[in-house]
């Protein structure tokens, strides 16, 4: 059995929940998850024990695709919409690329409540419940991770 393999079987059930705690549709989670093991198995000769465990290198794959998945999608639109006084008149990638930028200078928990909010739709009642929080507690977070994203635009 090969190291491949080895990281495989002991870490594929941890990495699927992760990557399944973020992700809702279930087709983009099992590409997620193919996603990250690709990686290892071509990282694996660049993996240096002596800067981390296995298990630190392969959740920091982990938790870099599922953020360079979200950072592709371009459904994110939702989100600028809601913050904008006015509709921009056309979204290039240049905004997109801002609107993700954004998102990845927001506390994880942040991130997290808007993406399940905005991303795929859930109330913040249910992105509560979904992240174990008081839905009063999902509202100042959700509070907080707006006035953050309006205060990073407002900042360019």
């Not at 002596?50 to 959740?59: A, E, I």
């Not at 639109?77 to 990638?93: G, I, K």
């Not at 907080?144 to 900042?155: E, I, P, T, V």
Request: charged fraction near 30%; avoid cysteine; glycine fraction near 2%.
């Amino acid at each position: 059995m090969t190291n491949a393999e080895q990281i495989y079987l002991q870490y594929h059930d941890k990495v699927r929940a992760y990557v399944r705690s973020k992700i809702q549709d279930p087709h983009d989670v099992e590409d997620l998850v193919s996603a990250v093991f690709m990686k290892v198995v071509q990282k694996l000769d660049s993996y240096d024990p002596t800067k981390s465990s296995v298990s630190t290198w392969v959740y920091t794959i982990t938790r870099n695709t599922v953020t360079d998945h979200f950072r592709t999608r371009r459904t994110l639109v939702a989100l600028e919409d809601y913050m904008a006084d006015e509709a921009p008149e056309e979204l290039n990638d240049g905004v997109l690329d801002s609107l993700a930028d954004a998102l990845l200078a927001l506390k994880e928990k942040e991130r997290s409540l808007i993406v399940l909010h905005y991303y795929t739709g859930h109330t913040l009642k249910e992105v509560a419940e979904m992240m174990g929080m008081s839905y009063i507690n999902a509202k100042v977070v959700h509070k907080k991770a707006l006035d953050s994203l309006r205060a990073f635009f407002a900042a360019r």
